[in-house]
């Protein structure tokens, strides 16, 4: 199944308008509340310029990148979590998403309506929190219960998940989202049936107005310090600008970019920080036919990435040779690479690196 990263945030903050520069998927953007219902979802390419050395280098028939699918989630408001808006609809939706990229206003536009009354950063980012623990404090409830009486029978199982059920409760009786506990690989996969909305990763996404794009602004800053209090990743963008960009033909981009000082569109460092907020990463193969990235978790092993491919690759997988994209970009060749010792061979407990190059030997 692809990966999903979902775009949510109070109504008018610019989550249509950036999904649609993100994706030409052409998502309804208006000013005024639930201009989206059902959620659009975008396939979205992540820019990686090692695909586009080894393509130049190889010419192949076919150049492939990796790609994450985004989802345009319509606006959360207080009381969501109780039905409000349409709340509980969109906060199904936002349950189906691996991660959470928040949109939040960081622009003043007398123009543009904000849903309470004014901009605020903080205000909107808890308004958010808000709904989603109270929402993951109605799951838990469910299941404490349960957990506790198969405790009382002495359950060794139960008592341990009790403890750990116990601690995500006191976290989101505080009004905190899961996410913040920071608990270790077991406790999460105690919890993982949960499903809980607070224990997504989370990247903010500050929608500011052109004149501050690149230096940021005073509501920017508030952003920085909640993510930095969370460990969260920031991206700073022009919704605008972002929207102009994608109307322009190719050969105008370049231009226009640099007339405002930019090196690249901001909405490519999102889908770069988005695919690092799933903790993906690529190995590539490379050839006359094919120049290709693949997407994986990172810490995958060699038999597992070779299942990526096929099934038949992890089955029978015997070895890979591996070559880092950046010598084979140099040396042009798998020979030269060879030759110098640059060439690997690699067995079933090697750990892919983001930028392997990767060529699988198995058996049938």
Not at 248 to 261: H, M, Q
Not at 293 to 313: L, M, S
Not at 357 to 362: D, G, L, R, T
Request: glycine residues 8%; negative net charge; charged residues 25%.
């Amino acid at each position: 199944m692809p990966l999903k990263c979902g775009i949510v945030g109070l109504p008018n903050v610019g989550k249509s308008t950036i999904f649609n520069a993100l994706t030409a998927a052409g998502a309804l953007a208006a000013n005024y509340p639930f201009a989206t219902i059902e959620p659009n979802v975008g396939v979205v390419t992540v820019p990686d310029h090692r695909i586009d050395q080894l393509s130049e280098l190889f010419k192949p028939k076919k150049t492939l990148y990796t790609t994450v699918n985004f989802v345009d989630i319509a606006g959360l408001v207080k009381g969501a979590n109780a039905g409000e808006g349409l709340g509980n609809q969109f906060l199904s939706h936002i349950r189906e998403v691996d991660a959470i990229a928040q949109v939040v206003r960081c622009f003043d536009d007398s123009d543009v309506v904000h849903v309470e009354g004014s901009v605020d950063p903080e205000r909107d980012i808890a308004i958010i929190d808000t709904e989603l623990v109270l929402k993951d404090m109605e799951s838990l409830q469910k299941r404490l219960s349960q957990v506790e009486r198969t405790a009382k029978t002495g359950d060794k199982d139960a008592k341990a998940a009790l403890e750990i059920f116990i601690k995500v409760k006191k976290q989101l009786d505080d009004g905190k989202p899961a996410r913040q506990l920071g608990l270790n690989d077991h406790e999460q996969k105690i919890i993982a049936d949960l499903f809980l909305l607070t224990m997504k990763p989370v990247l903010y996404i500050c929608n500011v107005n052109e004149n501050d794009v690149l230096t940021g602004n005073d509501y920017v800053k508030k952003v920085q310090e909640i993510a930095t209090k969370e460990n969260a990743r920031v991206v700073v963008i022009s919704g605008k600008i972002e929207s102009e960009i994608s109307e322009l033909p190719e050969a105008e981009r370049k231009g226009f970019l640099e007339s405002l000082g930019l090196k690249e569109p901001g909405l490519h460092a999102l889908i770069r920080e988005t695919y690092l907020l799933l903790d993906l990463v690529s190995f590539l193969t490379a050839g006359p036919d094919e120049v290709r990235a693949w997407t994986i978790h990172r810490g995958t092993k060699c038999p597992q990435a070779a299942g990526v491919i096929h099934t038949d690759f992890e089955r029978g997988f015997i070895c890979a040779d591996v070559i880092w994209w950046e010598d084979l970009v140099k040396n042009k060749t798998e020979q030269a690479c060879k030759d110098k010792g640059l060439l690997r061979t690699e067995g079933k407990e090697y750990v892919v690196r983001d930028g392997d190059v990767m060529h699988f030997k198995f058996n049938v």
